[in-house]
């Protein structure tokens, strides 16, 4: 039986391991005393059907994930869904994916030649989500496919893992506001990407959001290195709707903006 606790364990420590900023918040935060749950965790793809959504999905749905929300974000020609667990304390899962029709001709040729890099016993493995870039692919392509879209080249150097975890603040002890962990972070010397305000989202629209900017890390292409944006962690506050139970979707205005975290590194 596949255990989704070892899946997301795999996720976590690859993750840090690209973005070590993540692992230094958290032990910030602990040596307050307090403890550091996780919100939701953000993953990309292209909308190719080979590994689309709904593949990248697959581990999710098979140990009890339930597809809930679907989000469109428009200028950055965007689509998402996000799962829910019974389990509470399994974080939300929010998988997004590039629509390749709104590209160019010679986008859409880079993307079919990494997929075709792709096995189909790779998508199946249950770890895809884990398990990095299944594909090579060379600095030019990267850079062209950089002139179209931040996220189509993040996803052609970074492949499949985690873009972001988040902290929900709402199970921190030691933190009220959003506001006060992002001062707090600052003043610890953390960058917070700024685009659309430092807090996107309200107690309005049930959710606040805020991030740090990307790490940046040193990535082997087919013929040279090039040191890019990682991944970003970010911060989550929720807000009852009036039905008085808690958010759990998310708010694609908001959204747009956090994308832009990986647009450039600290
Ligand atoms: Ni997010």
Known sequence: MNDISNLLDKMWSDYVALNPQAQKIVELIESKGDSVENDHIALRTFNHPKINIDKVAKSFVETG?????????????LVAKHYEHKNPKLPLI????????EFSAE?????????????????????????????????????????????????GAIGFRPNHFTVSVNKLSSFEELHDLN??????????????????????????QSSTLADSVEVEFSDSKLTIPSCYFEFAKRYETSSGELYTGFVAKSADKIFESTDKTQ
């Open 94 to 101: 929010f998988i997004s994916e590039l629509k390749l029709e």
């Open 183 to 208: 001062n707090f972070l600052k003043e610890n010397g953390f960058k917070l990407n700024e685009s659309g305000g430092e807090i996107k989202g309200s107690k309005e629209v049930c959710l606040e």
């Open 65 to 77: 994930y339930v597809h809930k929300g679907d989000y469109e974000f428009i200028e950055k020609k």
């Open 107 to 155: 986008f859409n040729q880079i993307v079919n030649g990494l997929v075709d890099q792709v096995e189909d016993g790779q998508c199946a493995d249950f770890n895809f989500s884990s398990n990095g870039r299944p594909w090579n692919l060379s600095t030019s392509d990267y850079k062209k496919l950089k002139e179209e879209s931040d996220y189509g080249a993040w996803m």
